[in-house]
């Protein structure tokens, strides 16, 4: 929770102008700037900083704000090992091709066995 959006003059505050510098704040920052804008200008150069730092804010900035990979941040992402799968699902996978054997596999009777 951003205690600094539930103030009347959150500049008056202790830390406000290094509030960025928490990167859940910086997330919640970015997501901010991005809504409405398209391709690079969607990025926040100035908070990517302090995202790069943490592998959960990194993974979830790459997939709501990038909309895909963020080399730069992969070896933060890759520290922590349910962030690393989540990237690897959901940003990774998506642009990757079977070819049609692994296909034919993947959609089989086999395959739905092995996943139970």
């Not at 699902?89 to 066995?113: A, T």
């Amino acid at each position: 929770m951003n205690l600094f959006d539930l103030h009347p003059k959150p500049e008056t505050l202790k830390g406000y102008q290094q509030r960025f510098q928490v990167p859940e704040l910086a997330y919640e920052e970015a997501v901010k700037r991005a809504k409405g804008k398209k391709g690079q200008e969607r990025r926040s150069p100035d908070l990517e900083q302090v995202l790069v730092k943490d592998p959960v804010w990194a993974f979830m900035y790459a997939r709501d704000v990038i909309k895909g990979r963020w080399p730069e941040a992969e070896p933060v992402i890759a520290t922590s090992p349910e962030d690393t799968y989540y990237y690897g699902l959901y940003l990774i996978s998506k642009n990757i091709k079977l070819s049609p054997e692994i296909e034919k596999v993947y959609h089989s009777e086999e395959r739905r066995v092995w996943d139970e």
